[in-house]
């Protein structure tokens, strides 16, 4: 949901920022790196049950995933291997933070409560992978009551007072689960178009590149027969174009001096 309705709105924001701090000589990299420290950092106060001081661990891992993109523009480092490192450590964080929460549960909440950061855990990663997937197919699949910056959002709600955590940890798993289920649900209305709308992605990086992959009708099982109807069009474009038709002329031409000399000898 934050993502789709205020990320304009916060790339403006924090534009001049990741420019500031690219001048000083911070990289996105290092900002993705050190966001993780502060994430592991965020996982042993909470473990320990000191709550306000794991808020402002939370605070400063969510400025640094904030920070790390437009830092990434200002410099013109945006690449694949950045938007690759930057999504694996954010999986990394989520599952050190809700680790560091399973064992202060453990400590403090005899039972079965302690299997309930672990649910968080695994709906939150089918969340991503429902993303990863619809985009490698060519779908977008943005959007959700509970994306990470809810999540963040939310959590540091929970960190407030140790009573608040418990519930704040239900909630989270209870929108989690819905914004699964929207997602695939979404994905799945729009995997119904006509095979032949979807067997040509265009695939653009953060380079601007752009890659054309064909593929494979579902449907029908045909590879896609568009490459060869190019070719066959090439190649009549080839035949008559300007040097074929001098190929041409020049083999009538080779005719005609062979019948000549046949005739004369």
Do not use: C, N
């Amino acid at each position: 949901m934050f993502d789709g309705r205020w990320r304009d709105t916060v790339d403006r924001g924090t534009g001049p920022v990741g420019r500031r701090l690219q001048q000083v000589g911070i990289s996105a990299d290092v900002l993705t790196a050190t966001g993780l420290i502060s994430a592991g950092a965020t996982a042993v106060s909470v473990a320990t049950g000191h709550f306000l001081l794991a808020l402002a661990f939370l605070i400063l891992t969510g400025l640094h995933d904030l920070l790390d993109g437009p830092v990434a523009k200002a410099s013109g480092t945006s690449s694949v291997r950045g938007a690759f490192f930057d999504s694996v450590t954010d999986r990394v964080a989520d599952a050190l933070i809700l680790g560091g929460i399973a064992w202060y549960l453990v400590s403090t909440h005899p039972g079965h409560l302690v299997l309930l950061p672990f649910a968080i855990l695994g709906v939150t990663s089918l969340v991503s992978y429902q993303r990863a997937k619809a985009e490698s197919l060519g779908i977008s699949a943005k959007g959700g009551l509970m994306e990470r910056a809810e999540r963040m959002i939310l959590l540091g709600i929970g960190f407030l007072s140790a009573s608040f955590l418990v519930p704040v940890l239900w909630v989270m798993l209870v929108l989690t689960s819905a914004t699964a289920v929207g997602r695939f649900v979404k994905v799945w209305r729009l995997a119904e178009a006509p095979p032949t709308a979807t067997a040509r992605r265009v695939r653009r990086t953060r380079t601007g590149a752009r890659t054309t992959s064909w593929g494979t009708s579902r449907a029908t099982g045909r590879t896609t027969a568009t490459s060869a109807s190019r070719w066959r069009a090439r190649r009549r474009g080839e035949l008559s174009s300007r040097s074929g038709r001098t190929w041409r002329a020049r083999q009538a031409r080779a005719g005609t001096r062979q019948r000549a000399g046949r005739r004369h000898g």
